[in-house]
């Protein structure tokens, strides 16, 4: 059974950094994309960065480029989200997912995915 465990996250002041954890048990992939999304209450899950291993190639969302970084560590499946410049509407609750069958035009959409994490709190506050 695939997991995903999720760690890192916590408060943060307005400018300052947090940086998140994920990690893959269960199983081994060899093609996959592997990323971050947030949700807000009462809101969808929303796209904020992933790895694609075929390339190694990362994206963004507008709303982070430059300020997150996205980087996976070559001996395990997982990934980590440096977080720098937070702000308070990234304020969320952070997901890690996982996807086997992604390509380039549904690397952003949630319901390509296949395994999630638990989700972490993000919470940046003065």
């Known amino acids: 059974q695939v997991q995903l465990v999720e760690s890192g996250g916590g408060l943060a002041q307005p400018g300052g950094s947090l940086r998140l954890s994920c990690e893959a048990s269960?199983?081994?992939?060899?093609?996959?994309?592997m990323g971050w999304f947030r949700q807000y209450p009462g809101k969808e899950r929303e796209f904020v960065a992933t790895?694609?291993?075929?390339?190694?190639?990362?994206y963004y969302a507008d709303s982070v480029k430059g300020r997150f970084t996205i980087s996976r560590d070559n001996a395990k499946t997982a990934v980590f989200l440096q977080m720098d410049s937070l702000k308070p509407e990234d304020t969320a609750v952070y997901y890690c997912?996982?996807?086997?069958?992604?390509?380039?035009?549904?690397?952003?959409?949630?319901?390509?995915?296949?395994?999630w994490g638990q989700g972490t709190q993000v919470t940046v506050s003065s």
């Open positions: 997912a996982l996807g086997l069958r992604l390509i380039s035009s549904t690397l952003r959409n949630p319901t390509a995915y296949d395994y």
């Open positions: 269960g199983r081994t992939f060899s093609s996959y994309a």
């Open positions: 790895y694609r291993r075929n390339g190694g190639y990362t």
